[in-house]
């Protein structure tokens, strides 16, 4: 019975993050097609970096020339500048430019779906709290969502570039580093899961905690304590 309930609710996450994607790329398909490429050109970014840097010192062991050196280095020089042009062409312009489209577009879907409601939909509170919070927040929701996914993208990349390149150079430690951060990983999670369980059993403390601290250091409650003689009684 559990194992259901955690495949349904795991294919439900899974639809509502599919139906989500396809609104965004509906009203602006440039805002998540820009986040998707940021994040393949930052994740090879890590790959090309490594790989750069390990040619210019397999150079310097081979004994190259110094022109031969400096010309991976000025190659590292116009990547990294090409890199920081589009990075900032990307974020100080693109990016905000087909984020704003995006939440226009996606607050006069709303606006226009509460002209064509039925009037009396808004006597119920629970469709009025709902509507009104879906107004307010969806945008935003569905921004991070996006940045999500793009982050996403760029650390898949950026581990499998940076995985590759080590791997040819030297496979062992290629596996060592993998094999490393698949355990911090796991480490993360597992210390996630125990902290949460940990706030969990202390929350119904820190409710009583704040209760009290409330009750007798805010003006209002401490003036009720003094007018009422609670401490007589």
Same mark, same amino acid.
């Given at each position: 019975? =559990?194992?259901? =309930? ?12 599919? &139906?989500?994607?396809? *609104? ?9 097609? @820009?986040?998707?490429?940021?994040? *393949? #050109?930052? @994740? ?37 500048? &090409? ?29 226009? =779906?509460? &002209? ?33 996914? @793009? ?6 990349? @950026? ?16 596996? #060592?580093? &993998?094999?490393?951060? #698949? ?24 409710? =009583? ?20 003689? #609670?401490?007589?009684?």
């Amino acid at each position: 019975m =559990k194992n259901e =309930k955690v495949k349904t609710k795991f294919l439900s996450s899974i639809k509502n993050i599919i &139906c989500i994607y396809g *609104l965004v790329f509906k009203t602006a398909p440039w805002y998540i097609i @820009g986040r998707i490429v940021m994040g *393949l #050109v930052t @994740g090879l970014k890590s790959g090309a970096e490594v790989f750069l840097i390990s040619e210019v010192l397999n150079a310097i062991d081979r004994g190259e020339s110094f022109e031969s050196i400096v010309k991976i280095i000025a190659v590292m020089a116009v990547f990294w500048f &090409c890199y920081h042009v589009f990075f900032h062409l990307y974020w100080g312009q693109m990016n905000a430019i087909t984020r704003l489209s995006f939440q226009n577009k996606t607050q006069r879907i709303f606006f226009e =779906k509460s &002209c064509n409601l039925d009037l009396s939909l808004y006597d119920t509170p629970e469709f009025y709290n709902d509507f009104v919070y879906s107004m307010r927040y969806a945008d935003g929701a569905m921004v991070h969502a996006t940045d999500a996914l @793009g982050d996403l993208v760029r650390s898949i990349v @950026g581990s499998a570039s940076v995985f590759a390149v080590l791997f040819a150079l030297d496979p062992i430690i290629a596996y #060592v580093i &993998c094999g490393t951060a #698949v355990l911090t990983m796991i480490f993360k999670r597992f210390m996630n899961h125990v902290e949460y369980k940990y706030n969990k059993l202390l929350n119904e403390q820190y409710r =009583k905690e704040w209760y009290i601290d409330k009750f007798f250091n805010t003006p209002n409650f401490t003036k009720e304590i003094r007018l009422t003689n #609670v401490s007589e009684n």
